[in-house]
């Protein structure tokens, strides 16, 4: 049979407040910028921030004028050249990185989901997410949250502050598939009434995608360790210069 397997599928996400966006089709867009319980505190028309991948921006929500300014296309949909098929073991450019497209300093934080689609669209928890291999580049000012982070998700912060218009070092630079997902197979061995033998070769996850969601936040810089403690739930630690340190 042929070997039609991992068409890559793409889900973008992120979220405002408490506030899930959806876009059409399977692409979902949307930023986290606040705490609610601060955001008297800041003038909420200056807080933005967007998804940079390649060096080009593929999501963005920004505040201004009382309204959510917000859009973008999607993730990988220009990682293969079109006609080609994802080849299992090859390294593709995929350079994720934040900007502050809003008009306050703010600190930044992103979550990234992996996971599996069998060929009815559903999530396959069998098959490992480990196998979708995005390089991450820490110690560039990019750290792991580990006791937040799974085979699933990782959880990523930022640890200087983010000036308005400005980009963050990438976060990752890489994406590969393991080669082992095309490793399982099944075998059927079939005779004909001349004693002809047919196999044919059938791979297990035939037609399966992958699924990757990034997910971008951003807190204000003002009373910051409250705020973020409000936002994103954890204690952090503030030095002078800025930098945060989780607890």
Request: hydrophobic share 35%; glycine share 6%; charged share 25%.
């Amino acid at each position: 049979m042929k070997n039609r397997l991992l068409k890559p599928a793409l889900l973008l996400s992120a979220s405002a407040a408490l506030l899930l966006l959806s876009t059409v089709g399977s692409t979902r867009a949307a930023l986290t910028y606040y705490s609610e319980n601060y955001a008297v505190e800041v003038t909420v028309s200056s807080i933005g921030v967007s998804l940079l991948e390649n060096g080009e921006m593929v999501s963005y929500r920004n505040y201004d004028k009382d309204k959510w300014n917000e859009g973008g296309g999607e993730l990988l949909a220009h990682m293969l050249e079109e006609g080609e098929e994802l080849t299992p073991g090859k390294s593709y450019e995929e350079v994720l990185a934040v900007a502050n497209s809003g008009a306050i300093d703010s600190y930044v934080r992103v979550i990234l989901n992996k996971s599996w689609l069998d060929r009815e669209g559903k999530v396959d928890t069998t098959l490992s997410p480990d196998l979708v291999d995005l390089n991450l580049q820490l110690g560039n000012g990019w750290i792991e949250d580990e006791a937040a982070s799974t085979s699933e998700r990782t959880v990523l912060y930022y640890t200087g502050i983010l000036p308005s218009g400005q980009s963050t070092p990438a976060f990752s630079d890489t994406l590969k598939v393991n080669p082992e997902v095309t490793a399982k197979v099944t075998e059927e061995i079939t005779t004909d009434a001349k004693g002809y033998q047919t196999i044919t070769t059938t791979y297990t996850y035939d037609d399966y995608r992958f699924q990757l969601d990034a997910e971008v936040d951003a807190v204000q810089t003002h009373n910051a360790q409250d705020a973020i403690k409000s936002a994103w739930g954890i204690d952090v630690d503030i030095a002078a210069d800025g930098s945060l340190s989780l607890r």
